[in-house]
């Protein structure tokens, strides 16, 4: 059984996640992950398959930690900025002190002329642990929906 | 009054409601509605006027069940897949066991080629009940602000 | 330390908050804020460049109060309705009896006849109170990613 406070915290985490990218603020966002935990983006048709090929994989926090550190030398001045809507967030099962969580996100992408558009949807399939009372992500797959989009590749969703 | 656990329990149920229709989870999605409930879709401009023209109407759960089996019978293969957005929750009133609840809904569908794109958004306008202390919802009825969609009418929202 | 009563009511006043809106119960709405408060509607840019320019200003409820009536007499048949999602609400800190709470949102557009689309994106950054044991907004500043649509300015978001 898991308390209250637990479950408003992990919608806050997932309220985190979400700010961190949109405000860029990548290297904060790193600290919503455990140490060891893992990253990656499938797309819809590969998760539902079970085909292993992905959008992103980082198989540990070190491997996110230099995708973040390479965007920010590719990137200088981001053309796009992010805002996230991450709903239905939703506890499936806590196995001792691991949390089965799901959610689903759209996110939308405005330019430096004030220009927006939707860019991608889909959801969250993680395992939250807690680490000295605070929540992280153990592991985070981000599935796409609409997966066919030129640049989606390059930073965190 | 209600309990914290009763209004999580109402958010829960709001995000089980989107990933079981997500996930093309119809039958379970069934499960999620009390025995003598009610689900129907109405345009916002009808719902506004109070017309009772609804796009889909089903007085109780075997109508609702007759729906699902004969769009699993018409959909052998699923061309789009939706996701599903649900926010602004809110429990207006609970007039004994009876809550009366409202939320806001977007749905973004994908194709198999991987393109998406906004399919419909509006509220839920629904009456929970809790049955053996699980919610379900006693009527749902589902608002849709753009109405004029012309494949809207096969599935649930 | 907040409660988690005062958690959930501050969700709610959001919920609150877009709904107001969404069913054009302005009056209402203005309720939803604090006697002596502020609301600001200002662009992206303007916001991470810290220019004073904003999209709307009402330096307190007044203000607001009268923008509300102009737009009564202005609008007496709306040709756009609303459909606000707000997510991501985080109260980051609590001074005193002082909540500052961030939180972002897509509204949708729908006209007479049916049709929709994406109308705006952003964040809300707000100071919330209690007053009499309710929450409400003290500070409202509505931050727009998409700044650059014409008609955005005559009504809030």
């Not at 070190?62 to 965007?71: C, G, K």
């Not at 099962?93 to 996100?105: A, M, P």
């Not at 759209?106 to 927006?116: F, K, L, M, T, W």
């Not at 592991?139 to 965190?156: E, G, K, Y």
């Amino acid at each position: 059984m898991m308390s209250i406070e637990e479950r408003l915290d992990i919608h806050d985490l997932f309220a985190d996640y979400g700010t961190c990218l949109d405000e860029d603020r990548l290297e904060e966002w790193l600290e919503l992950f455990s140490a060891d935990s893992s990253y990656k983006i499938v797309p819809r048709d590969n998760y539902d398959l079970n085909l292993p090929v992905t959008l992103m994989l980082c198989e540990n926090r070190n491997m996110l930690r230099d995708r973040i550190v390479s965007l920010r030398e590719a990137n200088q001045f981001s053309v796009h900025r992010d805002r996230h809507l991450i709903s239905n967030i939703k506890i499936k099962q806590s196995i001792e002190s691991e949390f089965l969580v799901t959610g689903n996100y759209v996110v939308y992408q405005a330019d430096r002329e004030g220009s927006g558009s939707l860019f991608s949807f889909g959801f969250y399939d993680s395992t939250i642990i807690f680490v000295s009372e605070k929540p992280k992500f153990y592991s985070m797959m981000v599935v796409v929906d609409n997966w066919a989009i030129p640049h989606m590749l390059s930073t965190p969703i």
